[in-house]
């Protein structure tokens, strides 16, 4: 994969070498210890594992008398965080969870073995464990199997779902997706990102459980979307989400296109930058754009780019995300400039220079390419693109020439027309139309006495 996700709890980093020394001590000790999890399933994929996790037999005390340097973050569920060097190690207790009451987290945890510990995971290719000193599978023992990284330990037949990119739930999917409802979009995520088909039954129990979605909180939905959406990947999530009908929940605060079945053909979603990473907002802004879009084909996507309409789904995205207000800023600012820079009329050269100097520029521009790839305002989007490539040798944002300080020694008090004086002069001197901080004055000068009269 050409992308790597982003790590949205901005964990510290953590190394093979200081796992397998932090796993060694609990070994040393008389404890029971594997990589488990995600590390596992990568090295199989053979892709770089980053994180390694541990889980030991060891209960929580233990593991923090064993280790100088620890840290409790989820004691409760049996979670310790080992310093070593300079990783940290996540180790964990092998633990059954009780009952779920609220679809969220579970309401006990008890502490028990390896294999119980697989089976409360959620998907078969995360169900694994990894014995890195042990070369050779026991041989009575059917669920070892030897890798050059070490025995693989699979309770839960993760290896042959691995080996057929099958991703199913382990043990009854039904009961799987209700009890935990996050699950259901870790399931698209890890789908997209390993290109794995989803189990029948599986699949079954995301869309009967889709609507659950609701209650996780905005920002635990937000993180899995970071994840899904921003990496090239993304256009194997988009059309799940929507086939799961986990879509309508996502944009739910936004105008209904429910029961809309997904064209592909007319997403613009999967137009943006295919084959490259992009931001999360860039990713959301494209999103709410083509969910608007698959609901009303004819319509044209300007309809959507309007003020009130973009103030709308900075709205929803809001309420259904809790996003962090860069990745707000970036979806609006990638999409206001669409209703001026694909209107009717041609904009402006101060227009288009102004553009160019945001900062959201390029993520507009991927959003007119995609636009122009539907088949919509081609004819402007070509020229636009030529034209931005060649503005943007030059400098599109020079220094202005004149400051509101002229205009104060020119008697001017602070105000609306004040700004506007500043903002005509720029667009003049960006236009080339004053090409001197004399002629930039005096253009001030005949403006403000032009008010007087
Ligand atoms: P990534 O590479 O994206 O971090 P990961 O498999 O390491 O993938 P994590 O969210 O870091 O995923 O979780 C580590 C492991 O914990 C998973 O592999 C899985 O076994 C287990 N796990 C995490 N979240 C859940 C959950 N909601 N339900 C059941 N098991 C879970
Ligand atoms: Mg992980």
Aim: charged share 30%.
């Amino acid at each position: 994969m050409s992308d790597v996700p982003p790590n949205p709890s901005n964990k510290p980093p953590c190394s093979r070498e200081d796992a397998l020394a932090v796993l060694g001590r609990l070994r040393q000790a008389g404890q029971v210890a594997y990589f488990a999890g995600g590390c596992v399933r990568d090295l199989l994929l053979g892709l770089e594992p980053k994180d390694w996790d541990v889980a030991t037999d060891a209960p929580p005390q233990r593991v923090r008398a064993l280790f100088s340097n620890t840290q409790a973050v989820g004691a409760a569920f049996g979670v310790i965080l080992v310093r070593h060097s300079k990783s940290v190690v996540e180790v964990a207790t092998f633990r059954t969870e009780g009952a779920y009451s609220d679809g969220r987290r579970p309401d006990a945890v008890a502490f028990t073995d390896a294999e119980h510990d697989a089976r409360r995971r959620d998907f078969t290719i995360n169900g694994l464990f990894l014995d890195p000193e042990k070369r050779e599978a026991g041989s009575d023992k059917r669920e070892e199997v030897a890798t050059p990284d070490g025995v693989v330990i699979d309770y839960v037949g993760g290896v042959e779902d691995l080996k057929n990119r099958i991703l199913r739930a382990i043990g009854q999917a039904q009961q799987r997706f209700s009890e935990d409802h996050l699950r259901l979009l870790r399931a698209v995520r890890f789908a997209a990102r390993f290109a794995m088909a989803v189990e029948e039954e599986t699949a079954r129990a995301i869309r009967v459980n889709a609507p659950r979605l609701r209650g996780i909180s905005p920002e635990r939905i937000a993180d899995e979307l970071r994840m899904m959406l921003a990496p090239a990947t993304r256009a194997v999530a988009w059309p799940m989400l929507w086939s799961y009908a986990l879509i309508d929940v996502i944009f739910r605060f936004l105008p209904s296109s429910e029961g809309v079945e997904f064209d592909a053909r007319r997403s613009l979603f999967l137009r943006v930058a295919p084959g490259r990473a992009i931001s999360f907002g860039l990713a959301l802004a494209a999103g709410v754009l083509d969910y608007r879009m698959q609901g009303d084909h004819a319509a044209d996507p300007i309809a959507f780019v309007t003020r009130k309409e973009i103030h709308a789904a900075a709205r929803a995205m809001r309420e259904a995300l809790r996003i962090s207000n860069e990745e707000l800023d970036e979806m609006v600012g990638a999409l206001e400039p669409l209703e001026h820079l694909l209107g009717p009329a041609e904009p402006a050269l101060a227009i288009k220079k102004r553009f160019l100097a945001r900062p959201t520029a390029g993520a507009s521009r991927e959003l007119i390419r995609a636009i122009a790839s539907l088949g919509l305002h081609g004819e402007r989007a070509g020229r636009l693109e030529a034209e931005f490539d060649e503005l943007a040798k030059g400098e599109v944002a020079p220094a202005p020439l004149i400051t509101g300080d002229d205009l104060l020694a020119m008697g001017m008090k602070p105000g609306p027309a004040f700004r506007r004086v500043l903002e005509a002069v720029y667009d003049a001197q960006l236009e080339g139309r004053v090409g001197t901080r004399a002629e930039a004055l005096a253009m001030a000068k005949t403006m403000i006495e032009n008010m007087k009269t």
